[in-house]
Nanobody, 127 residues
Framework: QVQLVESGGGLVQAGGSLRLSCAAS????????MGWFRQYPGKEREFVAA????????DYADSVKGRFTISRVNAKNTVYLQMNNLKPEDTAVYYC????????????????????WGQGTQITVSS
């Protein structure tokens, strides 16, 4: 079982930056692909970013490309999401997710590709 705990959420003005962290309670963090998703009220969760276990692959939703960066530090069992130039439409609950990948460079883009989820953290961007 893998437990994921997000932190770093909060309120920020448009144009500002935040960094989300997701700490995993597992000795096998280095074998997991990691992703970030977000959810608007009344909507399905949507893909934001993903990183493969070997860090060779990163993927981003078109809406965040050039503004968000996903990274990981396996020695700290932590994945990060650096969010710059935040916009009001980035306001959502952000979830960290972990997947057991089928190969090292694989980073799922679909919610169904992930087995483990964090509890979510709220990001609010004011205009």
């Amino acid at each position: 079982q893998v437990q994921l705990v997000e932190s770093g959420g909060g309120l920020v003005q448009a144009g500002g930056s935040l960094r989300l962290s997701c700490a995993a309670s597992t000795r096998t963090f280095g074998s997991l692909a990691m992703g970030w998703f977000r959810q608007y009220p009344g909507k399905e969760r949507e893909f934001v970013a993903a990183i493969s276990r070997d860090e060779s692959t990163t993927d981003y939703a078109d809406s965040v490309k050039g503004r968000f960066t996903i990274s990981r530090v396996n020695a700290k069992n932590t994945v990060y999401l650096q969010m710059n130039n935040l916009k009001p439409e980035d306001t959502a609950v952000y979830y960290c997710a972990a997947a057991v990948p089928i190969y090292s460079a694989y980073a799922p883009l679909a919610e169904s590709g992930y087995e483990y989820w964090g509890q979510g953290t709220q990001i609010t961007v004011s205009s």
